[in-house]
């Protein structure tokens, strides 16, 4: 199964940059990663800047694939729920796993309504931290996922 990671807008600091080459790194021990980002929008409505970034989005999604969007009203899952999700697609034939990361307003609602919506957390953390704790939380489910001590 490969994996895709797609977001909204550039990571900006340097020590975003250094924990998204390190987590991509190891998760690609388990899997093909592909990272992707989209620029992000401004000087419209909230609304109007969610569709362009959708639309940006979409065109780095391949038919087929199935879409994880992460959103503060998605499901929580715990890390080894993320392992057994993650597991599922991977046993069940899932060709390409993709998880996006919107901009500042999140996704469009028809966006919304394409994929799995999954919260990293009740509580609000900025985009560039997101790109870091999803891609770390990866990289623990694949090392569950193979009985590997990095989770404990």
Not at 104 to 112: Q, V
Request: overall charge neutral; hydrophobic content about 40%; aromatic content about 10%.
């Amino acid at each position: 199964m490969k994996l895709k990671i797609v977001w909204v807008g550039k990571s900006r600091d340097p020590w975003v940059k250094e924990a998204v080459a390190d987590y991509a790194g190891g998760v690609r021990r388990y899997a093909p990663l592909e990272l992707g980002e989209v620029r992000d929008e401004k000087g419209a409505e909230a609304e109007e800047m969610r569709r362009r970034e959708c639309d940006r989005l979409e065109k780095l999604i391949p038919p087929g694939a199935l879409l994880v969007l992460l959103d503060e009203h998605g499901e929580q899952l715990d890390s080894p729920g993320l392992a057994a999700f993650v597991g599922k697609q991977r046993d069940s034939g899932v060709g390409e796993l993709i998880f996006a990361i919107g901009g500042a307003y999140g996704f469009s609602e028809e966006f919304r309504r394409r994929g799995k919506l999954l919260a990293l957390s009740k509580m609000t953390f900025t985009h560039q931290m997101v790109r870091v704790f999803l891609l770390e939380q990866i990289y623990r489910a694949f090392s569950i996922l193979n009985n590997e001590p990095y989770h404990h």
